[in-house]
């Protein structure tokens, strides 16, 4: 026995000759192989023992075959097992599959054909014990940010990585659902195989079958030949996203739930059966299960997916990774504009600070490229004043700083102005006195800007230059 085996695959068969041919298919190429010729004997060795994968003959006397594997995933739902079946039982190896099996491979075989099933469904189960949580922890918080709902997210992740469960993502617009789903993916057993994301909101309603499972040359108008669905670019050990399932159809969602319940497909105008051995995550801005939404998300969909729910904190629930994702997106911005490095004035993050960010870290990365396009050396108050005016910025900055203390609610609306009043008249400065120029510079209409150039002139400043 080799002393570091590829894994350890339990063979259960009545037939000693195909077990010493399994054996030694296996044995030969590094596995370590244990042995049962009934199904009551199996159960208890798999109950003994870890195993990485059962090869389990499908007809046997005393217990069935169909029973040993609901057993077998009664003991350990992640088990990989590979069905062994004769011509005569095809159909039963493919009920196997809707059960849970994981392939199934039909007498007499080729023994490459062995290995590569074999190979296949153990590899996820032999990386597990050897993940690197620290890396997880590091991908996460080296993009995200450090602060303790950061944390607590990586717990989250940390607890469900190295599984196989479904994993439905929560989270509002821009706070990072996607960082999360990629990080699952490119940290988790399944890493060396395909990522296939897809957009729920922009599939069509009468390609879904086509885009999901595929299709073959003629099978309907327009279909030009053979086309691989998603499904199937990620069948053989990779991971589907589904970016907003909540967009999902009632059609769509009743395809996607009856791949997930067989995990066997067929594409568009073909027979043949297609088992799949892949990951689902999906992500979400709304409460699924829900019944006021317009359309309802179905029930049993929604715990197939839900095996597992990750929660992404808002930024405005984690202000403490405000500064470290400005820096980040501020150095982003300038290098790829060619620029030596920027500072931050403490003013300037203070504003950061107090504004609500209802796009979440999108929207903060948004304004801090167009800060770094009309910054040279120090990002001021102004300078963020001015690129949030686009995005009700006065309101959810007063809001937030008048829930903090409402004596200051005067105060605060002086402060206000006052920002966005440099804002208007720097701009104006550094576009010449062109008014649509210094409005391009501030990401607002030019209507807006004159707008606010009235507002100042109307007051008793002794700007003589502010004029509308």
């Not at 003994?48 to 057993?71: F, K, N, Q, T």
């Not at 019944?291 to 629930?317: G, M, N, Q, W």
């Given at each position: ?5 590829q894994?350890?695959?339990l063979v259960?068969d ?5 077990r010493?041919?399994?054996r030694n ?12 010729d ?8 798999a109950n ?5 994968a ?6 046997m006397?005393?217990i069935?075959?169909d ?10 739902k ?6 062994v079946?004769a011509?005569g039982?095809i159909?039963?190896a493919i ?9 199934y ?5 080729r ?7 074999v190979?296949r469904?153990v ?13 997880v922890?590091?991908?996460i918080?080296s993009?995200m ?6 944390q ?6 940390e607890?469900?990585?190295a599984?196989d ?6 989270g509002?617009?821009?706070?990072g ?7 699952l993916?490119?940290k988790?057993p399944r890493?060396?195989?395909p ?9 069509v309603e009468?390609l ?15 279909a030009?030949g ?5 499904f ?8 589907l996203f ?8 009632s059609g769509?969602?009743?395809a996607?739930?009856r791949?997930l319940?067989d995990?066997v497909?067929h ?5 043949t059966?297609?088992s799949v ?10 409460a699924?299960e829900?019944?006021?939404k317009s359309?309802?998300f179905?029930e049993?969909?929604f ?7 990750i ?15 400005a ?8 290098i ?6 920027l500072?931050m ?6 504003l950061l ?5 209802p ?5 903060l990365r948004s304004?801090?490229r167009?800060v770094?396009?009309?910054?040279t050396?120090?990002v001021?108050?102004?300078h963020i ?12 900055t007063?809001?937030h700083r008048e829930l ?6 005067g ?14 008249i ?8 062109n008014?649509?120029?210094?409005a391009r510079?501030l ?5 807006t800007?004159r707008?606010?150039?009235k507002t100042?002139?109307g007051?008793k400043?002794?700007?003589s230059?502010?004029?509308?």
């Amino acid at each position: 026995m080799p002393a570091d085996p590829q894994g350890t695959v339990l063979v259960i068969d009545d037939d000693q000759d195909m077990r010493w041919a399994m054996r030694n298919v296996l044995a030969e190429t590094g596995f370590e192989v244990m042995e049962a010729d009934a199904g009551a004997k199996g159960l208890e060795i798999a109950n003994d023992h870890r195993l990485d994968a059962v090869l389990l003959d499908y007809r046997m006397p005393g217990i069935s075959g169909d029973e040993v594997l609901r057993r077998l995933k009664d003991l350990d739902k992640d088990l990989p097992v590979i069905v062994v079946t004769a011509h005569g039982t095809i159909p039963g190896a493919i009920d196997a599959i809707r059960t849970g099996a994981f392939e199934y491979i039909i007498k007499p075989f080729r023994n490459d054909w062995l290995l590569d099933v074999v190979r296949r469904a153990v590899s996820p189960r032999r990386r597990i014990a050897s993940l690197p949580t620290t890396a997880v922890r590091t991908a996460i918080t080296s993009v995200m940010g450090h602060s303790a709902e950061i944390q607590s997210l990586v717990d989250q992740i940390e607890a469900v990585i190295a599984t196989d469960y479904s994993v439905l993502i929560r989270g509002e617009t821009g706070a990072g659902k996607e960082v999360v789903a990629r990080c699952l993916h490119r940290k988790g057993p399944r890493a060396a195989n395909p990522l296939v994301v897809v957009d729920c909101g922009s599939i069509v309603e009468t390609l879904i079958d086509s885009d999901f499972f595929g299709h073959e040359k003629g099978a309907f108008t327009g279909a030009g030949g053979r086309r691989r669905g998603w499904f199937e670019a990620a069948a053989n050990g990779g991971t589907l996203f589904l970016d907003e399932v909540g967009n999902l159809s009632s059609g769509g969602q009743k395809a996607l739930l009856r791949a997930l319940e067989d995990r066997v497909i067929h594409r568009v105008g073909s027979t043949t059966p297609i088992s799949v051995d892949l990951r689902i995550i999906a992500a979400t801005n709304e409460a699924l299960e829900d019944p006021a939404k317009s359309v309802r998300f179905r029930e049993d969909l929604f715990f197939r997916l839900a095996e597992y729910v990750i929660t992404v904190p808002p930024l405005r629930a984690r202000r403490e990774d405000i500064e470290f994702l400005a820096g980040r997106f501020l150095d982003q911005a300038r290098i790829s504009l060619g620029r030596p490095p920027l500072r931050m004035a403490a003013a300037a993050l203070n504003l950061l600070w107090d504004y609500d960010w209802p796009g979440n870290v999108r929207e903060l990365r948004s304004v801090l490229r167009r800060v770094a396009l009309v910054t040279t050396e120090v990002v001021t108050a102004a300078h963020i004043a001015g690129c949030l005016t686009g995005h009700n910025f006065q309101a959810s900055t007063l809001a937030h700083r008048e829930l903090r203390n409402p004596l200051l609610r005067g105060r605060v609306q002086d402060t206000v102005r006052e920002v966005e009043r440099e804002a208007v008249i720097e701009a104006l400065e550094r576009a010449g006195g062109n008014k649509a120029e210094a409005a391009r510079s501030l990401g607002i209409g030019y209507k807006t800007y004159r707008e606010k150039l009235k507002t100042l002139a109307g007051r008793k400043r002794s700007d003589s230059h502010v004029e509308p």
